[in-house]
């Protein structure tokens, strides 16, 4: 472990009383250091997480659009809205806060994308509905060339194919209009806080 001050190009610890690990590349890096790093990295990610997810959150913002009449960020606050609206536990409304997240890095892959992202710190439910709410879209988008709409056909008679198209349905293929009421970003950042302070599990993406 290396607690000498930051040289040029060195990124800063996060706190004074850090260390640095002390190997060139990943094999040369110490067990003692790596138990370091795994103390470290628990206070990192309790602090920093959740802002980290808030900010990347807050970029599509000013994206401007390809058509739609809002952003995805607008699209996000307004279906964490109507599910509070609706009565959905926090972890629910911060997922469907959060569900597009990855749609402007990666539209085809999104889904996929949001679930491994926030499927260690939620539901099997909530995880299943992120990876695969994509296909259940489809079904809505009825006057689309070349969308399968019977995708999410294949799903029908899993435990969570109900929730799924219920969220899809009312939350996700209504929320795209501007005129539509939302609740301020702020409303939901305490609970995107409390959501990323619950412990991570292993995962299994579906």
Known sequence: ????????????????????????????ITREDWEMLA?????FLAERQANHVLSMFRVAEEQPSFGYEIS???HGLQAATLMHRAGFDEETVVVGL??????????????????????????DRNLWMLRWHQDFGAYHSVHCPGVDRGARERFRGHPHF?????FVAEFDQTTIRADLP???????VPMVHRFFATPPRAVELP
């Open 162 to 166: 109900e929730f799924t198209a219920r």
């Open 72 to 74: 995805m960020y607008r």
């Open 98 to 123: 959060l569900h597009d997240i990855a749609y402007d890095a990666s539209p085809d892959t999104h889904g996929a994308a949001a679930a491994a992202m926030f499927g260690p710190y939620c539901s």
């Open 39 to 43: 103390r470290q990295k628990t206070a």
């Open 1 to 28: 472990m290396s607690t000498e001050a930051p040289t040029a190009g060195r990124t800063p610890l996060m706190r004074p009383d850090w260390g640095y690990a002390t190997g060139r590349d990943m094999e040369e």
């Open 182 to 188: 939302t609740l301020p970003l702020e409303a939901f």
